[in-house]
């Protein structure tokens, strides 16, 4: 067997805390390894244990959440930060996702969700949820204006339809029913446009999907 996920929860609630330690623990390649209930605590136990992953909420005293992201890379660069919150708004979603975070996903979320990012984020992989990508970037302008020198402008029609989808969260087989495409077809878009983007994987894609203000329904 491989070894297990080493696993450090960041949050102000023992409560809380005491749940997540017991839903990880019963993952047979999870181990929790350390609890902290404020940030300096968190970047004590970065320091010290190093994790593979640090499940970490936003508001917490001595340090918020923002400000372990912003220190995490220096005291363990290896660590992977899940941030999980109640916060369900774009600000906080962007702030963390550009302060270095690896996955967002509410507290509201069930069970398996929170397993699955875990797991995803320790693969390399940004997790978002579909329905946060959809429902908490919202299609402001204001908020997220389109740069002169956005590279989005090259991709054709199609293709911005697809990869606008993937960065959003659908997988190709929902793509291709929501667009009245083969599969197949979404898989020639979604490649062309992303070469095009001169991306590779979706969490750079979100990144700059996030950039752009191409986040929105």
Known sequence: MSDPIRIVIADDHAILRSGLRLLLSNQPDFEVIGEAENGLDALKQLESLHPDLLLLDLNMPQATGLE???QA????PETR???LTMH??????RQALGAGA???VLKKAVDSELVMAIRAVIRGELFIHS???RHLIPGNEAESPIHNDDPWKQLSERELEVVKRVAQGYTNAEIAQELYLSPKTVETYRARGMEKLAVETRAQLVKLALKFGYLND
């Open 68 to 70: 372990v992201l912003a």
């Open 73 to 76: 890379k220096t005291l363990s």
């Open 81 to 83: 930060i899940l941030v």
């Open 88 to 93: 369900d708004d774009s600000a906080n979603l």
């Open 102 to 104: 690896s996955g967002y």
């Open 131 to 133: 329905s946060m990508t």
